[in-house]
C-alpha cells in the first residue's frame, strides 16, 4: 500500500504513536515519539488511518535493536525496539493522558519495574496453529498464523510447543509458579508430543480447565488453579498486586470487604487475614470452575462467604450485605461501568480498583467522582513487558 514519511508524535494507547498525512491522524507502529519514518499503510477508514513503520529516517533516543527474529511480524509485542526504561515512561504517559482526558485526573506517578522487566516472563502462552501444523503466533489483528521456532518473552519453563506439529487449532502453554506445567488444546494430544514434554499434565480443550489443575504459591499460601482459568501470567505478579491491593485497603480486624471479579481467590485470601475471624469477606465469581476452585483455596477461612454470582447480580440482590468498609474489584478489560453505582451505595469507605486498561479504568474514575469518592492514590506496573499492557492499582476515599 501507500508508502509516507511522517514525523511521529506521542504515545496513544494500544502499542501505536500518533502522526498525521494529510491531516488525517495515523496510528503507527514501530515506532518512538519524535522519529521520522517512513510508513506503510494496513488500514484505513473515514475516521484515521493504522500503519507501520518500515524505515526509520530519524530515530529516537530509547530506540534498540529488537531481540526478537519475529518483532513486526508477529502480533504478540508492541516495544521490541524500545529500551525497557523507554517502554515504561511510555506506559506512563498514556497512563497520565488517559486520566486527564477521561476523569481531569493530573497524575505524577511513573510506573514500576518488575522483575524480570524484559524478557523470559510470560508464563502463559497461547500459540495458534497452521494448517500445516506449525505453532505460532498471530499477526496484528489480523488471523494470519506467523509460524515461530522461539518467543523470547516466554517463561523459559514453559512447556515446549514449538517445533512440533499439532492437530488443533490452538496450544496453550503454562508453567505455575510451583514448577508444575500444562498444555491446554482444542483436540487432543497425540501421545508422542506428550511423551516429548517432560512432567506436564495434557488437558484435552474440550474439557478446557476441567481436568488439569496447578499449584500457584503466593507469600505463604497455594492456590488451586485449574486448566487454563485466569492467573496473572507474569511471575511476580501475584505478589507485587497483593502487595499494593492491602496497602490500598488498610483492612482493619472486624471489617466487612467485598472482593468482587474474585476468581480463585487471591485477594480474597490475604482481606480474610486481615479481617480475621471478627470480620466478614465476600468472595464474589461467577465463573463456575473459578468459583469451585476458591471454595477449595478459602476452606479453612470461616470469614469467607462465597458468592457464586456475577458481580452485577450480586450488588443488585444484595449478596454482600447493604453496607460494607472496604471493596476490591479486579474487573475484566472491559471495566466496571455496569456497577459502580452499585458499589458506591455500599457506602464503603474505601475501593481499591485493579485495572488492566487504563482508558477504563479512567473512565469509571469519573463516574466514581461523580458519586462521592476521589482518587487517593495510584500506582502502576510494567506486569507486560514489550507489550503495551499495564496493570494500575486505584485507591479511592468516600469524601
Given at each position: 500500500?501507500?508508502?509516507?514519511?511522517?514525523?511521529?508524535?506521542?504515545?496513544?494507547?494500544?502499542?501505536?504513536?500518533?502522526?498525521?498525512?494529510?491531516?488525517?491522524?495515523?496510528?503507527?507502529?514501530?515506532?518512538?515519539?519524535?522519529?521520522?519514518?517512513?510508513?506503510?499503510?494496513?488500514?484505513?477508514?473515514?475516521?484515521?488511518?493504522?500503519?507501520?513503520?518500515?524505515?526509520?529516517?530519524?530515530?529516537?533516543?530509547?530506540?534498540?535493536?529488537?531481540?526478537?527474529?519475529?518483532?513486526?511480524?508477529?502480533?504478540?509485542?508492541?516495544?521490541?525496539?524500545?529500551?525497557?526504561?523507554?517502554?515504561?515512561?511510555?506506559?506512563?504517559?498514556?497512563?497520565?493522558?488517559?486520566?486527564?482526558?477521561?476523569?481531569?485526573?493530573?497524575?505524577?506517578?511513573?510506573?514500576?519495574?518488575?522483575?524480570?522487566?524484559?524478557?523470559?516472563?510470560?508464563?502463559?502462552?497461547?500459540?495458534?496453529?497452521?494448517?500445516?501444523?506449525?505453532?505460532?503466533?498471530?499477526?496484528?489483528?489480523?488471523?494470519?498464523?506467523?509460524?515461530?521456532?522461539?518467543?523470547?518473552?516466554?517463561?523459559?519453563?514453559?512447556?515446549?510447543?514449538?517445533?512440533?506439529?499439532?492437530?488443533?487449532?490452538?496450544?496453550?502453554?503454562?508453567?505455575?509458579?510451583?514448577?508444575?506445567?500444562?498444555?491446554?488444546?482444542?483436540?487432543?494430544?497425540?501421545?508422542?508430543?506428550?511423551?516429548?514434554?517432560?512432567?506436564?499434565?495434557?488437558?484435552?480443550?474440550?474439557?478446557?480447565?476441567?481436568?488439569?489443575?496447578l499449584t500457584e504459591r503466593v507469600r505463604d499460601k497455594d492456590f488451586r488453579v485449574s486448566g487454563s482459568?485466569?492467573?496473572?501470567?507474569?511471575?511476580?505478579?501475584?505478589?507485587?498486586?497483593?502487595?499494593?491491593?492491602?496497602?490500598?485497603?488498610?483492612?482493619?480486624?472486624?471489617?466487612?470487604?467485598?472482593?468482587?471479579?474474585?476468581?480463585?481467590?487471591?485477594?480474597?485470601?490475604?482481606?480474610?487475614?486481615?479481617?480475621?475471624?471478627?470480620?466478614?469477606?465476600?468472595?464474589?465469581?461467577?465463573?463456575?470452575?473459578?468459583?469451585?476452585?476458591?471454595?477449595?483455596?478459602?476452606?479453612?477461612?470461616?470469614?469467607?462467604?462465597?458468592?457464586?454470582?456475577?458481580?452485577?447480580?450480586?450488588?443488585?440482590?444484595?449478596?454482600?450485605?447493604?453496607?460494607?468498609?472496604?471493596?476490591?474489584?479486579?474487573?475484566?478489560?472491559?471495566?466496571?461501568?455496569?456497577?459502580?453505582?452499585?458499589?458506591?451505595?455500599?457506602?464503603?469507605?474505601?475501593?481499591?480498583?485493579?485495572?488492566?486498561?487504563?482508558?477504563?479504568?479512567?473512565?469509571?474514575?469519573?463516574?466514581?467522582?461523580?458519586?462521592?469518592?476521589?482518587?487517593?492514590?495510584?500506582?502502576?506496573?510494567?506486569?507486560?513487558?514489550?507489550?503495551?499492557?499495564?496493570?494500575?492499582?486505584?485507591?479511592?476515599?468516600?469524601?
Amino acid at each position: 500500500m501507500q508508502d509516507v514519511v511522517v514525523d511521529v508524535g506521542p504515545i496513544a494507547h494500544g502499542g501505536h504513536c500518533v502522526a498525521r498525512v494529510d491531516g488525517q491522524v495515523v496510528f503507527v507502529r514501530h515506532t518512538l515519539p519524535g522519529e521520522r519514518v517512513r510508513i506503510e499503510i494496513t488500514e484505513s477508514n473515514k475516521k484515521f488511518l493504522r500503519a507501520d513503520a518500515v524505515e526509520v529516517i530519524e530515530s529516537a533516543p530509547g530506540r534498540v535493536a529488537p531481540p526478537c527474529a519475529y518483532a513486526g511480524q508477529c502480533g504478540g509485542c508492541d516495544f521490541q525496539h524500545v529500551d525497557p526504561a523507554v517502554q515504561r515512561a511510555l506506559l506512563g504517559d498514556v497512563v497520565r493522558e488517559q486520566l486527564q482526558r477521561l476523569a481531569g485526573i493530573e497524575w505524577s506517578g511513573e510506573v514500576e519495574a518488575v522483575e524480570p522487566d524484559e524478557l523470559g516472563w510470560r508464563t502463559r502462552v497461547t500459540f495458534a496453529v497452521d494448517a500445516m501444523g506449525h505453532a505460532g503466533l498471530r499477526r496484528h489483528r489480523s488471523h494470519r498464523v506467523v509460524p515461530v521456532d522461539r518467543c523470547v518473552i516466554a517463561h523459559p519453563d514453559l512447556p515446549q510447543v514449538l517445533g512440533h506439529e499439532w492437530d488443533a487449532e490452538s496450544v496453550e502453554a503454562i508453567v505455575s509458579s510451583t514448577g508444575e506445567k500444562l498444555l491446554v488444546t482444542d483436540a487432543s494430544i497425540s501421545d508422542a508430543v506428550e511423551s516429548a514434554v517432560d512432567g506436564v499434565v495434557a488437558v484435552d480443550g474440550t474439557t478446557r480447565g476441567g481436568t488439569g489443575v496447578l499449584t500457584e504459591r503466593v507469600r505463604d499460601k497455594d492456590f488451586r488453579v485449574s486448566g487454563s482459568g485466569f492467573w496473572q501470567v507474569h511471575p511476580a505478579a501475584a505478589n507485587t498486586l497483593v502487595d499494593a491491593v492491602l496497602d490500598g485497603a488498610r483492612v482493619q480486624p472486624g471489617d466487612v470487604v467485598a472482593d468482587l471479579y474474585a476468581g480463585v481467590g487471591l485477594f480474597t485470601a490475604f482481606l480474610a487475614d486481615a479481617v480475621g475471624e471478627s470480620g466478614t469477606v465476600f468472595s464474589v465469581e461467577a465463573d463456575q470452575v473459578a468459583a469451585k476452585d476458591a471454595r477449595r483455596n478459602l476452606h479453612d477461612a470461616p470469614q469467607v462467604r462465597l458468592v457464586g454470582a456475577t458481580t452485577e447480580r450480586a450488588l443488585r440482590d444484595g449478596l454482600v450485605g447493604e453496607q460494607v468498609d472496604v471493596v476490591v474489584l479486579d474487573p475484566p478489560r472491559t471495566g466496571a461501568k455496569k456497577v459502580v453505582p452499585a458499589i458506591a451505595g455500599l457506602s464503603p469507605r474505601r475501593v481499591v480498583y485493579v485495572a488492566c486498561d487504563p482508558a477504563a479504568l479512567a473512565r469509571d474514575l469519573a463516574s466514581f467522582a461523580a458519586l462521592g469518592y476521589r482518587l487517593d492514590g495510584l500506582r502502576a506496573f510494567a506486569l507486560f513487558p514489550m507489550t503495551h499492557h499495564v496493570e494500575c492499582v486505584a485507591v479511592l476515599l468516600r469524601d
